[in-house]
């Protein structure tokens, strides 16, 4: 694909974003108008996205997202509600938009329909929202207006007025002077001051016969009330609000009609405070690579201030204090900066959920088996391009988790479940990695047929013991499937071992655990290549560790040397302690009296996971931009490192380093 287009891309990722932020705000009750602030901003996000397939040579791309377009103008006037449905229907369709431009991007031809999984609804919605007999409702006439003004509206103004007004909303006016030398800046603050209490449906240019000067508006606002204190007019500006329609002047055979939008409770709306209307963020794109380029000279000159510090420690000048503390400056400074340039390249986790989402309620419907859907850890982050890659991953293992895992409703019922399964998925960090979990209730993995499958296909040799965790790592290989047909959600002997490839293909690993009738566990572990931790910078030997300080307990210190396998005493509970130098395989010094005290983040006092490490020095605190390399990926205890003024500095990452101090602890007392 060329690279020229690069930009076009990333444009529509930010899109794809937007659209599902505001469709999952659409899922919770709002004031009618912010519903309508996020379904006008869905058919700008449509119309955009039409455009730019059609730049990019797309032609069936550009119809479809011209179709979705259409069903939010459908919305955005007033003629379909929005409902529950309404709402999974459209998010289907984004999603479908979304991994159809995915698809498109790996140089995949196009589809003749990106939007065939939901044609029949599209149609339905349409229908619903054809005018009866040809006729178009339109309520305008009682805008208390001139007949002039009443001319000057839009087509789609003269829909959000029947809408408001079926609805029961009453229509304010706003008319105000303004001077002709700031108006332009003057009318679009007010006008956001009037759109943050109702929907703001139109402006019009007044002519006023009379001797003042300026220039005249009237806003017209859907809302109960407005308060003129809120717009920040100024005196001279000669501010008036009025009532235009009253929706009582409604007839009462149009009332019937529910409306065509879902307002608030009355009870709900007078408790809660206004909502404020949702905006869509400027978004300046940068290529990656000069993002790059910044950081790596970043780098370099943290190497000269790092070098002039240890220059300046050298000539152990008192006159240098004031350079020192500069130094000091400088380099929290450079911190900073790289901090900012991190968060440039991070995205929430959330933002990969609300692509799961629309997919499980339509695979749920599809087969027939419903599913309670749930997240956790939506609030962490991790890097954009990390995010693409996650994206197919998913799709296989929600794939496999309704068809191979859940049961049918009818089966849950007679094995003493609900009726509705269970999917759970959650996020959390681990250290300098980032765990994905994904939990179902379903039937978990039959091993034993997983077994016979092995055998059949040459996979396994008849006759041996295999363990729970070699069957579960034989759903990873390449064409393995216990199927004997496919359907067109699985089956097909391929999606876990692409599900491994990609996971494995960002250093990461994937683990299975399950058991029968009570569900299974798909792990995802997958280092951060980039993050600022804070550390605890140790010596052993000639060499400088950190330990990350969210593991930290305590550091103290023994007035005799203690050996490797032996206790101490930490605030009155009796430690092991072992030398940092086994856990790693270095050699052990003659004994050691610092101790950094360890414990297993998340975990109570009374679990008993605390653990002394043994370090021949405590050197301080530190803050670094910490790098997962990948030669490291796999290295037992080293989660990264950073370039320090004194060499690289290894960050451990503590929870590795306690399972492999139990492991050196074990061994001692096994060799007694």
């Not at 149609?123 to 001139?146: I, N, Q």
């Not at 790092?306 to 400056?329: F, H, K, T």
């Not at 390449?478 to 491994?500: H, L, N, Y």
């Not at 052993?540 to 050996?563: E, I, W």
């Amino acid at each position: 694909m060329d690279p020229s287009f690069d930009d076009v891309w990333a444009e529509c990722e930010d899109l794809f974003v937007q659209a599902r932020q505001r469709l999952a705000s659409l899922k919770s009750p709002q004031p009618p108008h912010v519903v309508q602030a996020s379904v006008n901003a869905l058919f700008r996000t449509t119309h955009t996205l039409k455009g730019m397939a059609g730049m990019l040579g797309f032609p069936r791309f550009s119809q479809a997202a011209h179709r979705m377009e259409d069903i939010f103008d459908l919305m955005r006037q007033g003629r379909l509600r929005s409902t529950d449905s309404l709402i999974e229907t459209l998010e289907v369709g984004i999603q479908a938009l979304e991994s159809g431009l995915a698809e498109l991007r790996r140089g995949r031809p196009e589809p003749e329909d990106y939007l065939h999984a939901i044609r029949r609804q599209l149609g339905e919605l349409e229908a619903l929202a054809r005018p009866s007999e040809g006729a178009v409702l339109d309520l305008t006439g009682l805008l208390d207006l001139p007949p002039d003004l009443l001319k000057a509206l839009s087509e789609y103004e003269r829909t959000r007025v029947t809408a408001v007004l079926l609805a029961g909303m009453p229509i304010q006016g706003v008319s105000v002077r303004l001077d002709l030398a700031t108006f332009d800046e003057r009318l679009r603050s007010i006008s956001e001051a009037a759109g943050a209490q109702g929907e703001l449906i139109s402006t019009l240019p007044l002519e006023m016969h009379d001797d003042r000067d300026g220039l005249f508006f009237l806003l017209l606002v859907a809302t109960p009330a407005l308060e003129a204190e809120g717009l920040g007019t100024l005196p001279e500006e000669n501010l008036e609000v009025m009532a235009l329609a009253d929706p009582d002047r409604v007839p009462a055979s149009l009332k019937a009609d529910p409306g065509p939008l879902v307002s608030p409770k009355p009870a709900q709306a007078a408790s809660n405070p206004p909502v404020a209307l949702p905006q869509d963020a400027e978004v300046l794109r940068l290529p990656a690579q000069r993002v790059d380029a910044l950081e790596a000279r970043l780098m370099a000159v943290a190497q000269v201030r790092d070098s002039a510090s240890l220059a300046l420690r050298e000539v152990q000048d008192p006159g240098l204090a004031r350079p020192m503390a500069m130094m000091g400056e400088i380099e929290a400074g450079l911190l900073e900066v790289q901090k900012a340039l991190l968060q440039m390249r991070m995205v929430k986790v959330e933002s990969l959920f609300q692509r799961i989402e629309p997919m499980v309620k339509a695979l749920s419907r599809d087969m027939g088996k419903p599913v309670r859907l749930s997240f956790q850890g939506g609030d962490l982050e991790l890097e954009r391009s990390l995010l693409g890659r996650l994206a197919e991953p998913f799709l296989h293992l929600v794939r496999n988790a309704l068809d191979h895992g859940l049961e049918s409703p009818a089966e849950r019922v007679a094995q003493g479940k609900a009726e509705t399964g269970s999917l759970r998925i959650s996020a959390s960090q681990r250290g300098q990695n980032l765990r994905f979990d994904l939990r179902d209730d379903g039937r978990g993995f039959d091993l034993a047929r997983i077994e016979a499958r092995g055998i059949a296909m040459g996979l396994l040799k008849e006759g041996e013991v295999h363990s729970a965790e070699d069957l579960h790592r034989l759903a990873l290989e390449p064409g393995f499937s216990t199927k004997e047909r496919a359907s067109q959600i699985s089956g097909r002997g391929v999606g876990m071992d692409v599900v491994r490839a990609e996971v494995e293909g960002m250093g990461g690993d994937i683990q299975i655990s399950s058991e029968p009738r009570l569900g299974s566990l798909v792990r995802l572990s997958l280092p951060l290549s980039r993050a600022v931790i804070a550390c605890l910078k140790v010596r052993c030997g000639q060499q400088t560790f950190g330990v990350p300080l969210n593991h930290v307990l305590r550091v103290q210190s023994s007035l005799a040397p203690v050996h490797g396998g032996g206790r101490i005493e930490v605030l009155g509970r009796d430690l092991p302690m072992e030398s940092l130098q086994a856990c790693l395989g270095l050699p052990e010094p003659a004994g050691q009296q610092f101790f950094v005290v360890l414990r297993q983040q998340g975990a109570a006092a009374e679990a008993g996971l605390d653990l002394a490490l043994g370090v021949d020095e405590v050197a301080g605190r530190v803050e670094l931009l910490l790098r997962s390399l990948p030669e490291l990926a796999h290295t037992p205890g080293i989660m990264g490192g950073s370039l320090q003024e004194d060499g690289v500095l290894w960050v451990l990452d503590p929870e590795a380093v306690m399972g492999l101090a139990m492991d050196s602890l074990m061994k001692r007392v096994a060799d007694v």
